[in-house]
């Protein structure tokens, strides 16, 4: 489930997104900071013992033995695994003034992606790279990476996942652009099915003046690699 609220709540909220009306404040002379929003994923439909059970019948129906020593706990390993896997950590959305007026590029590369194809429950690995152009306020640079990993926990395909990263930022920090790029691995293609080894997808989202005007969205490409 997607996750939106109020930037200046300090609530955390479960309403899908996007929504646009949960934007900064604009930065007036004698106004307090606005608190953070608080981004935390709902983990309340996860029953961790009805997976274990679960998970035994599986294992059971493909013919693996779970009574040994060593496969005892393997049920429960595997529903703690992909519990942690749809369990993004929750984070603070902290953002600052631009007081400096900054209106070059802010980009953060090669952020580690880690996730799982929602067609057959396998991992998906990669890169991220993930740009704004600011607006009125910046983002603390972490946060970028925390975005990712947030859309990252939960059964996904990678078009979706780099558009949500786009459209989550450019409805919550009003930047004047964004733009993600994902570079990833999907054991689904490497490791079974059509088994081509090294085969790695490339996906982008570019969302207003990086996608419009064509010097940023070169430079854009150009410093994620992907353009010269
Ligand atoms: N577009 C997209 N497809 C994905 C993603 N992850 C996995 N897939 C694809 O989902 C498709 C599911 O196709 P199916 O034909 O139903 O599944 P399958 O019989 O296991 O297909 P093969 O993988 O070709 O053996 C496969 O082509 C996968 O490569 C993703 O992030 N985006
Ligand atoms: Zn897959």
Same mark, same amino acid.
Request: proline share 7%.
């Given at each position: ?15 899908? +997104? ?20 608080? @981004?935390?994923h709902d983990t309340d439909g996860i029953d961790l013992a009805e997976a274990e059970r679960a998970a035994a019948r599986f294992l ?9 020593e060593s496969l005892r706990g393997t049920p429960g390993r595997m529903a703690r695994a992909y519990a942690e896997l749809f369990s ?16 070059? +590029?802010?980009?953060? =590369?090669?952020?580690? @992606?880690?996730? %799982?194809?929602?067609?057959?429950? +396998? ?6 790279? *993930?740009?704004? +152009? ?22 996904? *395909? ?6 949500? @990263? ?13 733009? %993600? ?12 099915? @059509? ?19 064509? =010097? ?13």
């Amino acid at each position: 489930m997607d996750l939106a609220g109020s930037i200046n709540s300090h609530a955390s909220s479960t309403a899908d +997104l996007p929504a646009p009306s949960a934007s900064i404040p604009r930065p007036q002379a004698s106004a307090p900071a606005p608190s953070p929003l608080r @981004v935390v994923h709902d983990t309340d439909g996860i029953d961790l013992a009805e997976a274990e059970r679960a998970a035994a019948r599986f294992l059971a129906a493909l013919g693996i033995d779970t009574s040994t020593e060593s496969l005892r706990g393997t049920p429960g390993r595997m529903a703690r695994a992909y519990a942690e896997l749809f369990s993004p950590r929750p984070f603070d959305l902290t953002t600052f003034p631009n007081d400096e007026g900054y209106d070059e +590029l802010v980009l953060a =590369r090669s952020i580690p @992606v880690r996730s %799982v194809c929602e067609h057959h429950l +396998l991992p998906f690995t990669g890169t991220a790279h *993930v740009g704004y +152009l600011p607006g009125h306020r910046i983002l603390g640079l972490s946060k970028l990476a925390r975005v990712v990993e947030h859309f990252a926990c939960r059964p996904q *395909v990678q078009e979706r996942l780099t558009k949500q @990263v786009a459209d989550w930022l450019q409805a919550h920090l009003e930047p004047k652009g964004v733009g %993600v790029v994902i570079e990833a691995e999907h054991s689904c293609m490497t490791l079974r099915g @059509v088994q081509a080894t090294g085969s790695s997808t490339l996906t982008s989202t570019l969302l207003g003046t990086l996608r419009h005007d064509a =010097r940023s969205r070169a430079e854009f490409l150009s410093l994620t690699g992907l353009h010269s």
